[in-house]
């Protein structure tokens, strides 16, 4: 068996995300898993829709791992949309393993992962719920969702499964829609993608569903990507509580602040102070104006900042004044769970 003290990178690596894993594989991810958490991680992430060589023995075992913790998996679903093996099938592996072990989950992006079965999903999971799982989703306001071209999500067989073609892919560096021999192109090439993909009647249900925290999924790679990571919040706040009216203010609010909070409080103590406003919370605010605040962020430029949202305070110390941000304030800190020997 391997030196589990050995140097180790991310996984997939190689050829990691489509071969499986042999039973040595698996003693050393364990391993990295377990000593991950002793060293405060907040829980273990999945994407098992990235690595579809990964058996279901594999994922119960990372289940297992995180389970002696108490720590919530993060899970990516196998499969997606409506295409048999489809979502529905994805998410009861996951209801499954958290039943078995006895881990808290978390499935993420409950739109761009279950498409037109979204409904679906939600309903499975409310029903789980309800029958005591510790079971948890998300989404981001928009119908669309970015990835890697280079990914497993665009091995064969992708147009199926995501319900859409090459015209509904977007290249982020150029915006230009794709084609057969530009994918084959960018796909060699690797990079961020776009899908227009996600139904717009998935979106509205989602968003204001009880079930679901607000998440960005954001990242920027070089000023392009998905206008998620500049305008989710705002986003839901301006379009789908003032000019929708698809939910409260507050109901908003509890779902972009103490929700996620208390997603992770069983396994970092900290996050009690965290989405909460009251003595002794971390000094963590934001004021924006309800009457005017709304995302500006777009698919061609998606790191524009918002308006509306006048001050945001991390750890008491402003780092947005009037709108305006403060240059060189970086307050925050990183929250992890106790580390356990």
């Not at 050393?28 to 058996?55: C, N």
């Not at 994922?59 to 002696?68: H, K, Q, T």
């Not at 971390?282 to 309800?290: G, N, Q, S, T, Y």
Request: net charge positive; hydrophobic share 45%.
């Amino acid at each position: 068996m391997r030196d589990p003290a050995l140097k180790v990178t991310l996984v997939p690596s190689g050829d990691g995300a489509r071969k499986a894993s042999s039973d040595e594989d698996i003693t050393v991810m364990k391993q990295i898993v377990e000593r991950g958490l002793r060293q405060g991680a907040l829980g273990v992430g999945f994407g098992i829709q990235y690595t579809p060589a990964a058996s279901r023995w594999e994922i119960l075992e990372m289940f297992r791992v995180a389970a002696r913790f108490k720590a919530p998996v993060f899970v990516h679903i196998r499969h997606m949309g409506p295409a048999e093996p489809d979502a529905l099938n994805a998410v009861q592996e996951v209801i499954a393993a958290a039943s078995i072990t006895g881990a808290p989950a978390h499935i993420v992006h409950i739109t761009s992962s279950g498409l037109s079965q979204a409904p679906k999903l939600l309903q499975t999971i409310q029903e789980a719920r309800a029958r005591g799982l510790d079971i948890t989703t998300e989404c981001y306001p928009y119908t669309a969702a970015m990835t890697r071209l280079d990914s497993a999500m665009f091995d064969d067989g992708w147009q199926k499964v995501l319900g859409i073609s090459y015209d509904k892919v977007e290249w982020t560096e150029t915006g230009e829609r794709l084609t057969e021999a530009t994918f084959r192109k960018y796909r060699a090439q690797g990079g961020e993608v776009i899908m227009h993909m996600i139904p717009e009647a998935v979106v509205n249900l989602a968003v204001p569903h009880p079930l679901t925290m607000i998440a960005s999924d954001g990242y920027i790679v070089g000023g392009k990507g998905h206008p998620r990571g500049a305008g989710t919040f705002t986003r839901v706040l301006g379009y789908y509580v003032r000019e929708r009216k698809l939910m409260p203010l507050m109901e908003a609010l509890r779902k972009m602040s103490l929700a996620p909070a208390q997603r992770l409080e069983s396994i970092a103590p900290v996050m009690r102070n965290k989405g909460r406003i009251r003595v002794g919370a971390d000094a963590d605010i934001v004021a924006f104006d309800a009457a005017t605040v709304i995302d500006k962020a777009t698919f061609s430029q998606p790191t524009l900042p918002p308006e509306g949202m006048r001050h945001v305070i991390v750890a008491g110390v402003p780092v947005v004044r009037d709108g305006k941000d403060a240059a060189g304030v970086f307050p925050g800190k990183g929250v992890r769970a106790p580390v356990r020997q």
